[in-house]
């Protein structure tokens, strides 16, 4: 069973760079879509953009200018650095994996649990 | 940007069936339009405090393990998710989502179902 885990700060200062790694086990990387998703509190679900294990990369139009998805393929994990934080970032982000190998429009699963990432000074 | 409709609310009791309505505006209206293109539409569970579930993808296809008192289908620009049998632990949040030809996903606001 596929399990994902992110990690990271959970208290970012405005205008600095949010980095989280999400870590895949029970299951290898390769061959599927990898995506990370936000939700701020008490709000709906924004996605952020996705990376193919060979590091094919897409991103939310909203968000390109300030976001990069890495993928490590030894390490079986993949990493979102968003840039120039302010206090509308915050929000519990996920990381999750597509439903079906070698697609990236099935849908979202299995998720992380979800870690809430905090901008204040 | 593209967006996608949801009822804020639905409510029913135990044992009735719901839909939950999903309209897409904008530019990804042409995304529900492609029937045999694009049928990259899912749905998620979402409990307080978990993470989302995914309980519908390719608009009408469950993932293994989910019920079968969730089903999914699309009509024009609206695709719907419907619930029989309603449960109380069916009570959550459910998000709908696309996957549009602009090779992005685009979510729903969100509809809140409680059971009475």
């Known amino acids: 069973q596929v399990q994902l885990q992110e990690s990271g700060p959970g208290l970012v200062k405005p205008s600095e760079t949010l980095s989280l790694t999400c870590i895949v086990s029970g299951g290898s990387i390769n061959n599927y879509y990898w995506s990370w998703i936000r939700q701020p509190p008490g709000k709906g679900l924004e996605w952020i953009g996705y990376?193919?294990?060979?590091?094919?990369?897409d991103y939310n139009p909203s968000l390109m200018s300030r976001v990069t998805i890495s993928v490590d393929t030894s390490k079986n994990q993949f990493s979102l650095n968003l840039t120039s934080v302010t206090a509308a970032d915050t929000a519990v982000y996920y990381c999750a994996r597509d439903y079906n190998t070698f697609r990236e429009s099935t849908g979202f699963d299995p998720w992380g649990h979800g870690t809430l990432v905090t901008v204040s000074s | 940007q593209s967006a996608l409709t949801q009822p804020a609310s639905v409510s029913g009791s135990p044992g009735q069936s719901i839909t939950i309505s999903c309209t897409g505006t904008s530019s990804d209206v042409d995304d529900f339009n492609y029937v045999s293109w694009y049928n990259y539409v899912s749905w998620y569970q979402q409990h307080p405090g978990k993470a989302p579930k995914l309980i519908i993808f390719d608009v009408s296809f469950r993932p293994s393990g989910v019920s079968n008192r969730f089903s999914g289908s699309k009509s024009g620009n609206t695709a719907s998710l419907t619930i029989s049998g309603l449960q109380a632990e069916d009570e959550a949040d459910y998000y709908c989502s696309l996957y549009t030809s602009s090779s992005i996903w685009v979510f729903g606001g969100g509809t809140k179902l409680t059971v009475l």
């Open positions: 990376i193919y294990y060979n590091g094919i990369t």
